[in-house]
């Protein structure tokens, strides 16, 4: 497996509150990305970064902002959690040109 | 509006027969396409790519055909094998001197049953 890591794995939370999802990576890729999972939909971009810093919106991302403050870590922000964004995410990184790789997901659930 | 595009939701194939999956892309600035596996409660895997310069990649049991004038590729899976069962993504990007021509744009993702 690639060396991606993203905590937690299952979160259950309420409407509301805001809720941060941490992707950490070992490889040392310029480029990470964060994307949601929902039945009928596939894989969605939610935002994706292309350096400390450096970050930009994708497909879906209203609701949502990311951090990248050091190389190895992006960080996904629900800041008032809606019902609409119980989702799976999946943080992935890649090099330049190359393929991506996912970690395992994080299953959110908003009550 | 959907660039990429996996119109058969599920495929159900025998095990030892071929698998074919198929994806069209609406983008002509896409150049690089890409098959992911992703089984249940797991991580899309990374499977195949192939570039928009080739028209063939093969790895194994594992093909990827790409037909660029009718912006379609399919993935062919030969011999299919009861493990092969998981979810497939078909996915692509562009080139461009700009940091978005590297993000992925997946397809809805085509269920593939292989019955023993």
């Known amino acids: 497996d690639a060396g991606i890591t993203q905590s937690p794995r299952h979160k259950v939370t309420e409407t509301g509150t805001p809720v941060t999802l941490r992707c950490h990576q070992t490889e040392n890729h310029r480029y990470m990305y964060w994307y949601r999972q929902d039945p009928g939909h596939g894989l969605r971009l939610i935002h994706y970064s292309y350096g400390v810093k450096d970050t930009d919106k994708g497909e879906v991302s209203d ?12 960080l996904l922000t629900l800041e008032s959690a809606t019902s609409s964004q119980t ?20 299953r959110l659930t908003v009550v | 509006d959907q660039q990429v595009k996996q119109n058969s939701p599920s495929l159900s194939v025998q095990e030892g027969r071929i698998s074919i999956l198929n994806c069209d892309y609406t983008n002509s600035m896409f150049d690089y396409f890409l098959w992911y596996k992703k089984y249940p409660a797991e991580g899309p895997t990374f499977l195949i790519s192939i570039s928009s310069i080739k028209d063939k990649n093969e790895d194994g049991r594992f093909t990827v055909f790409l037909n660029k004038s009718a912006k379609h590729l399919s993935l062919h899976i030969v011999p299919s094998q009861p493990g092969d069962s998981a979810v497939y993504f078909c996915a692509a990007s562009g080139i461009g001197s700009g940091a978005g021509s590297y993000q992925l744009t997946f397809g809805k993702g085509t269920k593939l049953s292989v019955i023993p």
């Open chain 1, 63 to 74: 609701g949502y902002s990311v951090s990248r403050s050091k190389t190895e870590d992006f």
């Open chain 1, 87 to 106: 989702s799976v995410y999946f943080c992935a990184i890649s090099a330049m040109g190359s393929e991506a790789f996912f970690g395992q997901g994080t």
